[in-house]
């Protein structure tokens, strides 16, 4: 009997663990964005705003379909400075401000190859 | 057995055209090594001090030259799609392109192309004068008929902006969009950067962007391999 038990908590344990990993995957939360739109070269990082509610976002300031936002109007980095979509946050107060580290968000097409080729390893 | 003797035969014989190959082959380079030295020393390249726009030979009609926002580039390598659309340049090659620099663990961005050198080791490398500066605008080009494929300039190019051309047999590279400055246009990667890092113009046009970036003094400005003293006509400077 006590190994009966001893299989079922384990098993729950197991089952327990795999459904934390689940919420945690990447794939969840939207993972890793690239945008080819306006211009190519730009990720979005999903986990570097983990910080943030899903509501915080969308779908006030960004739709929650996939390329939504790469085919909005106001995603320029002209409204952008005007406090449209990223630059709402990234204004200098509550983020790093969009007028400045061009390089943070627009990693280059050379780089993304990289990490396109990472994630097909 | 006479397989036997074909095999010697072929070895030695290939031997033989190696050595034979090797010899000319050094015979022909060391000369024209050493004529590229002595064009270097007769032109004086990398004698000349003081400021090269007013030494006459490079007083030109226009100034052609560009400016590099370095800071602004984000490698969306537009710039380099356009140039390859213009001039058919073919995709294992290229006139412009985006290299990534590490400056004390600050990465950026950096585009290059032919810079135009008043100096130019490759037209004083080039044994048939194919390669050549224009001295109505100081612009570097070659000229497809006249090159014999040799790739001299391409050794000579500290700078690695030329290739060789398999479609037209020829070295081919940056020409500055000259048939498109002639219809009055702009260079093409130009026209294409969206982050406005890429700034062309003349020189002698004292109201021009470039003669404006270039005159203003709390800005210092670079240009790419200064100890080669080939003084490019390509700039580099923060926005």
Redesign the interface.
Known sequence: MKKYILLLVSILFCVLLSMNCLAADDDESGGLIIFEK?????VFEHKLHSDLDCSDCHDDIFPQEAGGTAEAKDFTMKAMEEGETCGSCHDGDTAFSVKKD??KC??????IKKIEAEAGE | MNNDNNKTLNRRNFLKITAGSLTIISSVATPLIASIAQGVEKKGIGKVEGKIHEIKEFKYKHSYCMVILEDRCIDCERCMEACRKTWNVPDEHYRTRILEVENHKHKSFLPVLCFHCDFAPCVVACPTQASHKRKEDGIVLVDPDKCIGCKVCMLACPYDARYYNEEIHAIDKCTFCQPRLAKGLKPACVEACPAHVRIFGDLNDHNSEVYKLLHDYEKSIRVLKPEVHTKPRVYYRKS
């Open positions: 306006p211009v190519e070269g730009v061009c390089l627009h990693v280059g097409k050379m780089n």
